[in-house]
């Protein structure tokens, strides 16, 4: 064997045996003093370009464009504009929790050139709603099911999504405290992610994303990206209900559906609040600390959420053009909150944290004063912050009656002690 190839290959097996002990991918880490040295991208400079902008019309005519471009071609991958028509069938209205509100189920259908798509949805509406007095409306994606959101039989089954572990009815309970939203006078529509895209490598394409055959190439959208327009899909529909006041959507979303209601947010002005729920990498947090979750992990778990040119940044994750709290700055003016979990340090709920607080100068522009502390606040407070808000709550990843508590506390109430679990 020549003596060079000889050396090529030892030096091959002495790359493969130590690359992963000096590479970003290895082990994550929970140790703040491990957090890398990092300078976020400026807030107020067009991404790509050496401008800064520094007035409202400037942000939404130049910066805010162009960071929308900047999330789609190297994140969550390209919405396609095209016109997609929905029509609905199978409308059935039913009196649930003992009559405070209704349940009405409806099929969305997608239809765009020869290709048909459907999601099943479920309304929950205050009883007291009425074209009179429009409820506002909460609007998310399940997990496992809208059957799983509830224990009442009313909620059809959902159908199993290929890939997927099926999971049972009212198993999901604990994450949807419906009763108590509906005596708040929210409504709630909600529809399957499986329904939607799938959560499966092999199968993610089979739902909405099937409606888009030029989907392609590095920058194409994955599973979050179908969610996140579909989340757009079911506030077009709350446009058509005279019961729901369309000008008080707020968006829900529960880790990476919580990825999925920033994205959404970003996009579409008509989310007036967003609640993210321990969203995490790729959501909340910031990228360039490398805590806990990292581009380099999300990327090698689930690819297919993503726009594979992501990947590409797995080992460089500072030459990112934008970090996470430029998808917060895209929803200035509005309401974004973030709720952590103590325990989940996956997440990183001080990158979280300080990513909202990143955000505020394109908050200042609208005139928005935000003042968050760069320590987490104790766990289980009042909500942190007006417009830009925050909340720690002890525990694990969930989302919990208390997080939804927490959501709804109107900003500026008074410091309470614990909320309820
Ligand atoms: C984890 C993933 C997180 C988060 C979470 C979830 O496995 O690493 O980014 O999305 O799943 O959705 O519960």
Not at 44 to 72: K, M, N
Not at 278 to 301: D, H, P, Q
Not at 389 to 403: K, V
Request: proline share 9%.
């Amino acid at each position: 064997m020549p003596l060079r190839s000889s050396i090529g290959r030892w030096t091959l097996l002495i790359v493969h045996l130590f690359l992963p002990l000096v590479s970003t991918s290895a082990a994550p880490s929970y140790d703040e003093s491990s957090v890398p040295a990092y300078t976020l991208p400026d807030v107020l400079r067009v991404p790509g370009e050496d401008r800064r902008i520094s007035t409202v019309e400037d942000w939404e005519r130049i910066a805010r464009p162009a960071l929308l471009a900047a999330f789609s071609t190297h994140v969550y991958g390209h919405t396609p504009r095209v016109r997609v028509t929905t029509t609905t069938s199978d409308d059935s209205s039913q009196p649930i929790l003992g009559g405070k509100a209704l349940l009405r189920q409806t099929r969305l259908h997608f239809h765009h050139a020869d290709r048909k798509a459907s999601v099943d949805l479920a309304l929950i509406l205050p009883a007291t709603a009425s074209p009179a007095r429009p409820a506002p409306l909460i609007i998310g994606l399940n997990f496992w099911g809208n059957h799983t959101i509830s224990s009442d039989p009313a909620f059809r089954m959902a159908a199993p999504a290929p890939g997927m572990e099926t999971r049972e009815r009212g198993s999901m309970n604990r994450r949807w405290p419906l009763e108590s939203l509906v005596e708040q006078g929210y409504a709630v529509l909600t529809a399957f992610r499986g329904d939607v895209a799938p959560d499966n490598p092999t199968h993610y394409r089979s739902g909405v994303l099937s409606l888009f055959p030029d989907n392609t190439g590095p920058s194409r959208m994955g599973a979050i990206g179908a969610w996140s327009w579909t989340l757009s899909r079911l506030a077009d529909h709350a446009g058509t209900l005279p019961e729901i006041d369309s000008t008080r959507i707020s968006v829900i979303g529960h880790s990476r559906l919580g990825k999925a209601a920033l994205w959404a947010a970003a996009q579409d002005t008509r989310f007036v609040r967003v609640f993210a729920n321990n969203s995490g990498c790729m959501g909340g947090a910031l990228s360039r600390r490398e805590f806990g979750e990292t581009v380099a992990i999300i990327t090698r778990n689930f690819p297919y959420w993503f726009a594979p040119r992501l990947a590409d940044y797995a080992e460089r994750v500072n030459e990112l053009p934008i970090d996470q709290h430029q998808l917060i700055a895209l929803i200035a003016p509005r309401l974004v909150h973030i709720g952590a979990a103590q325990q989940d340090l996956w997440a990183d709920p001080r990158g979280e944290l300080l990513a909202l607080r990143a955000a505020a100068p394109a908050y200042a522009l609208y005139g928005i004063a935000t003042e968050l502390p760069d320590q987490l606040p104790p766990a289980d407070a009042t909500p942190l912050g007006t417009v830009l808000r925050f909340h720690l709550r002890t525990g694990r990843h969930d989302i919990l009656a208390a997080d939804w508590q927490a959501y709804l506390t109107p900003p500026g109430s008074r410091p309470t002690s614990r909320p309820p679990r």
